[in-house]
Each structure stands twice: as C-alpha cells, then as structure tokens.
C-alpha cells in the first residue's frame, strides 16, 4: 500500500535531466496507473501532487501533512487484526476437523 502526505510530490524526475529512471520505475508504472498515463508521465516528466497520485491510483491514499505514517499504522492494524482472525478460526477448524 501506498500512502503519501499532502506535500509530496511524486514522478520520475531522472527523465528532465535525460537519465533513464532507476529500479524498475518506467517497468512497474505503467501495470500500476495503466499504459496510457505511464507514457504521459514518462514523456512529459510529469511530477504529481497527492491528490493527483491518488486519483489515478499511483498512491492508494493522499492524507494530511505529517500524518502518513499514522495512516499506514492505522491500515496495519486493520490488517494484522483481520489476520489474527483468519488465523484463530483456521486454528480452531483445524483441530476440529477429522483426519
């Protein structure tokens, strides 16, 4: 998952100085925000606000300044509590259940 705060600013700045982008970024942008807007970005050097990066999917949410972290320790909770649920009642069914 994806959170970024209200200031940041996201894109493939490499491309204006006429570098190509490093770890795979122009590879994974375009299954990320779809073909067409990859190309955009990689043809225009477009650099995105949050909002932005969140209305075309690139980041899954833009929040307040300062409080991305809170954010993704937030959506990590949620997740480890529906994993522990998952893990009880697989746990419970397991024993239950004759060989």
Known sequence: MRIA???AKLGLPELSLAVIPGAGGTQRLP???GV???K???YLG???SADKAAAISLVNEAVEDGHAVDRAVDLARIM???VIKITFLLATDSYATPF
Do not use: D, P
Request: charged share 20%; aromatic share 0%.
């Open 80 to 82: 480890i509590s529906k």
């Open 5 to 7: 705060g209200a200031k």
């Open 31 to 33: 299954t990320i925000v």
């Open 40 to 42: 955009e970005m990689i």
């Open 36 to 38: 067409a807007k990859a």
């Open 46 to 48: 477009s650099i995105l």
